[in-house]
C-alpha cells in the first residue's frame, strides 16, 4: 500500500532456486500408490462369483440349470444359473447368478463337455423346443489371469514399499533434503532484482522525508560496507518500521533496496505459519541462507506481529508453531557476521505486542516512525497520484491536501482513483474539484442511498444533523463545519462533517469538551423540538462516551481521579500480554471512572441543549433550509447564519 510512487508498474516475476527433479518423482510415486490402492479395494471388494463344491455343480449341471458354462485352463469351471431365484438354489445362497468351482483333473474334456450338454438337453427339451429357453452355452478358453493375482497381490505391493523407504522416506526425515516436503519448509519470500533502471527509489517516494533520512545510513552502508567497517561502526542489523496501515512502510523498504541496488527480499510473516510444526522454522533459515549468498541484500518482513508476539503469553504455551518459528528468527538475526551484509526490515502497525528480544539492540536496533502525513506531504502524494490523470482549472490540489487530514498515502492514491472515476462515470474528459468532493465523501461515508426517507423521517434528520452543525458552529472551540447532508449514504441517515483548519498533534480539555458538546448536539435537539430521545442518536452516543473515557482514564483531565493513566481490560486480550493483566485498578477506582465519564457526557449534553434553546430561530432556520437543500457546505452556512464563533473572536469580545 505504498503512498507514493509512479503509475503502478507490472510486477517483476519472483525468482529463487528452481523446484528439484525430485518432488516430481515423488508426486508420480504417490500418485501411482494413490492408483493402487484404489485398484487394491475396487478388486477386493467388487462381487466375484461364489465357489461352490464339485459334487454341488454336478447336481446343477445333471438338472439342467446352467445356463452357460466356462472352462477355463481345463480344471476351472465358472457359470450362470438359468433362474437365481429357484427356491431350490437358496442353500447354494447364488443371489448374483454366478459360481465357480475347481474340477478334479479330467482326461477327455470333450467327453466332460459332451455329457454336461446331453444332461442339459434332456432336462429343457420341452422348454427348448417352445423356444422359453436356450440349450447350455459351453465356452473353452486360456487362463489369461494365473499370473494377475500373484502381480497385484504380492509383487506390486512390495515395489511401492520398497520405493517409499528407499527414496521418500529418507528426504522426509531430511527436510532440506529436497524430497516432496521441500514445498513446504522452503521459503516462500519473493525476490526483486534491483539492477535495472526501472527499481524504486527514493525519488518515488514523497510525503515521507523524516522516514527516509533514517533509512539513509543504511543505504550507504549496502553500497559501501568498508566505510563503516574501516571505523569501527557497525550499521544495524535490523530495522523495524512502525506506522498505521497505508502509510508506505513497503514502499519504504523497496526504495532502500533500490537506492543499494541489492536483492530485495518480500515475505509476509503469516507464510512463515503453517499447520506442520517445524516447517516455519525451517522457512526462516532457507531465507536466510538464500539471503547469505547473495549478500548484500535486503529481506523486508511485512507484519512481523504475526509471527513475533511475545512467547510465553496466552494460550500458545511455549512450544507451538509460531514461537518456534520466531526462536528462528532471533537465532538468525543474531548470527549475522559483521562481514554479511545483510540488512531486515520489518513493518507493523502493533510495536506494543512484539517480543522484547525482537525489538533489542543488536537484532531491530532502529525504530522509524512511518506515520501519516502532514498537508505538504498529502500535497506531495498527491501530485504524484495525478500525474496521468487530465485535471480541469478549478482543481486546487493544495485545498484537497488541506482537507485530506489524517488520510494515509494509500487512501489519497485511492481519493484520486475515485475522482477519475467519477469523471469517467460522468463522461467527462477531465477531472474537476467536483469529482475530488464526490469521491471523499464517498470513501467517508459510503454510496448515496436514494428512496430511503419519508416525509417525517427527513424531517427529524434534518434537525437531528442541524443540531449537530449549529453546536459547532456555536461552540468556539469546537473544529470548524465543513458539510451537512441529509442525504441516506451507507449506513448513516444523514451525517455532519467537520475540518479542521490545520493538523492538530494535541488538544486541551476544553477542545475535547466542545467535541463531546458537538456530539450531544443532535440528540439535545431531538429533546428540544420533539420532547423526547431517538433511537438515530446512537453512533453520537458511543462517539461522545469514547472521548469522555479517553478524557479520564489516559489523558487524566478529571479532578477526581487526577494524572493517572487505567488500562482497560479491552486492551490486552491475547495479544501477546499476560492473562491476568486485565485491569490495573480497584472496582472503586472503576466506579469513580463510570461517574466521572457519565458526568463529562451529561455536562455536554445539557452545554448543547442550552446552545439550541437560545438559539432556537437559527435551529429552525438551519433546518427548514437543510430540508429544502438537503446539503449544505461551510458557506451555505455562513450565508444564512453569519460568521462562525470561534475562539479568538470570543477571546475579544471578552
Not at 559501501?224 to 512502510?249: E, H, I, N
Not at 490523470?389 to 481519493?415: F, S
Request: hydrophobic share 40%.
Amino acid at each position: 500500500m505504498p503512498p507514493t510512487g509512479t503509475p503502478p508498474r507490472p510486477p517483476e516475476p519472483p525468482t529463487g532456486a528452481p523446484k528439484r527433479a525430485g518432488n516430481l518423482l515423488a508426486a508420480v510415486f504417490i500418485l501411482s500408490a494413490v492408483l493402487f490402492v484404489a485398484f487394491f479395494v475396487f478388486v477386493l471388494f467388487t462381487s466375484s462369483p461364489r465357489t461352490i463344491p464339485y459334487n454341488q455343480f454336478l447336481t446343477l449341471a445333471r438338472e439342467g440349470k446352467i445356463s452357460k458354462l466356462t472352462l477355463v485352463g481345463g480344471n476351472k469351471v465358472t457359470g450362470e444359473v438359468r433362474n437365481p431365484a429357484d427356491p431350490a438354489l437358496e442353500p447354494l445362497n447364488l443371489s448374483a447368478g454366478k459360481f465357480t468351482t475347481v474340477l478334479p483333473r479330467i482326461e477327455n474334456q470333450d467327453a466332460f463337455v459332451r455329457e454336461i450338454i446331453e444332461h442339459d438337453a434332456a432336462a429343457n427339451a420341452v422348454a427348448i423346443a417352445k423356444k422359453d429357453a436356450k440349450a447350455i452355452e459351453v465356452i473353452t478358453e486360456e487362463d489369461q489371469g494365473q499370473w494377475v493375482g500373484p502381480l497385484v497381490y504380492g509383487v506390486l505391493p512390495i515395489l511401492v514399499l520398497v520405493a517409499f523407504f528407499f527414496f521418500i522416506f529418507p528426504r522426509m526425515r531430511d527436510p532440506m533434503g529436497g524430497g516432496f516436503a521441500s514445498s513446504f519448509v522452503k521459503s516462500t519470500a519473493r525476490r526483486v532484482d534491483n539492477k535495472s533502471a526501472s527499481r524504486t527509489t527514493f525519488n518515488e517516494v514523497a510525503g515521507m522525508d523524516n522516514a527516509k533520512k533514517e533509512l539513509v545510513e543504511v543505504v550507504e552502508f549496502l553500497r559501501s560496507p568498508d566505510k563503516f567497517m574501516r571505523l569501527g561502526a557497525q550499521v544495524p542489523k535490523g530495522v523495524l518500521l512502525v506506522g498505521p496501515p497505508g502509510t508506505g512502510k513497503t514502499l519504504l523498504a523497496r526504495a532502500v533496496a533500490g537506492e543499494a541496488g541489492v536483492p530485495f527480499y518480500s515475505i509476509n510473516g503469516s507464510e512463515f505459519i503453517q499447520m506442520f510444526v517445524g516447517v516455519g522454522a525451517s522457512r526462516v533459515r532457507d531465507l536466510f541462507r538464500t539471503a547469505k549468498e547473495t549478500a548484500p541484500c535486503v529481506i523486508f518482513i511485512d507484519e512481523i506481529d504475526a509471527v513475533g508476539r511475545m512467547r510465553g503469553a496466552g494460550v500458545g504455551g511455549g512450544s507451538d508453531e509460531r514461537e518456534q518459528t520466531l526462536n528462528q528468527i532471533l537465532s538468525e538475526m543474531d548470527g549475522f557476521l559483521p562481514s554479511e551484509s545483510v540488512i531486515v526490515i520489518a513493518a507493523t502497525n502493533r510495536p506494543d505486542v512484539l517480543d522484547a528480544a525482537l525489538l533489542r539492540p543488536g537484532r531491530f536496533d532502529r525504530h522509524v516512525t512511518v506515520d501519516r502525513p502532514t498537508w505538504q506531504g498529502r500535497f506531495d502524494i498527491l501530485k504524484v497520484h495525478v500525474r496521468n490523470k487530465p485535471l480541469a482549472d478549478d482543481v486546487d490540489l493544495e485545498k484537497i491536501a488541506r482537507k485530506a487530514m489524517g488520510m494515509t498515502g494509500a487512501e489519497l492514491r485511492n481519493l484520486a482513483n475515485e475522482a477519475a472515476i467519477s469523471a469517467a462515470r460522468e463522461g467527462k474528459e477531465q477531472v474537476d474539484n467536483r469529482d475530488f468532493d464526490q469521491a471523499a465523501e464517498r470513501l467517508l461515508l459510503g454510496a448515496k442511498r436514494d428512496g430511503t426517507h419519508t416525509a417525517e423521517e427527513k424531517r427529524r434528520t434534518a434537525y437531528h444533523e442541524a443540531g449537530h452543525a449549529l453546536t459547532a458552529w456555536l461552540e468556539p472551540k469546537a473544529d470548524p463545519l465543513w458539510k451537512i447532508s441529509i442525504l441516506a449514504r451507507g449506513q448513516a441517515a444523514g451525517v455532519t462533517m467537520y475540518q479542521p483548519d490545520e493538523d492538530r498533534i494535541d488538544m486541551s480539555k476544553s477542545e475535547l469538551f466542545a467535541r463531546l458538546v458537538t456530539a450531544m448536539g443532535g440528540r439535545a435537539a431531538d429533546r428540544l423540538v420533539f420532547g423526547e430521545m431517538m433511537a438515530g442518536a446512537v453512533g453520537d452516543i458511543k462517539q461522545a462516551t469514547r472521548i469522555a473515557r479517553m478524557m479520564v482514564t489516559q489523558y487524566g483531565m478529571s479532578d477526581r481521579l487526577g494524572p493517572v493513566a487505567y488500562r482497560g481490560s479491552e486492551e490486552h486480550v491475547f495479544l501477546g500480554k499476560e492473562l491476568h493483566e486485565t485491569r490495573d485498578f480497584s472496582d472503586g477506582t472503576a466506579k469513580l471512572i463510570d461517574e466521572e465519564v457519565h458526568r463529562l457526557v451529561r455536562e455536554a449534553e445539557v452545554r448543547a441543549h442550552e446552545l439550541l434553546a437560545g438559539n432556537r430561530d437559527k435551529l429552525e432556520l438551519l433546518t427548514t433550509t437543510l430540508i429544502e437543500r438537503e446539503e449544505m457546505d461551510r458557506d451555505d452556512v455562513e450565508k444564512l447564519l453569519g460568521p462562525r464563533t470561534t475562539a479568538a473572536t470570543a477571546a475579544n469580545s471578552q
